[in-house]
């Protein structure tokens, strides 16, 4: 059974940046998996932010997509040394401001999300 738990969320100020990471476990090695990332800002519905193909027990990833909206300021990347698939944000805006949740699509499993906020 994939877990899933993600972290690295907190308060950080416009401009600066937020490394999130997502540890998951319960992965077949030799086995491709797709991850994603979403966020659910207050008051809105949660959304697809950024996805990356992993091979588990390999340092392969491929199909990185990013949503139009933050292309051009995230990057999603596998960490082999802490087994975590990361979310990088630079520069944040206020608007990145949400619960940030992992997501393995083809199990169906999420995490419990972490909460970032930005603010001055």
């Known amino acids: 059974q994939v877990h899933i738990v993600e972290s690295g969320g907190g308060l950080v100020q416009p401009g600066g940046s937020l490394r999130l990471s997502c540890v998951v476990s319960g992965f077949y090695s030799d086995s491709w998996y797709r991850v994603d990332w979403y966020r659910q800002a207050p008051g809105k519905k949660r959304e697809l932010v950024a996805g990356?193909?992993?091979?588990?027990?390999?340092?392969?990833?491929?199909?990185?997509t990013y949503a139009g909206s933050v292309a051009d300021r995230f990057t999603i990347f596998r960490d082999d040394f802490k087994n975590s698939v990361d979310l990088l944000i630079n520069p944040v805006v206020a608007d990145d401001t949400a619960v940030y949740f992992c997501?393995?699509?083809?199990?169906?499993?999420w995490g419990p999300g972490t909460q970032a906020t930005v603010a001055s």
């Open positions: 997501n393995v699509p083809g199990d169906n499993a």
């Open positions: 990356i193909d992993i091979l588990v027990g390999d340092t392969n990833t491929r199909d990185p």
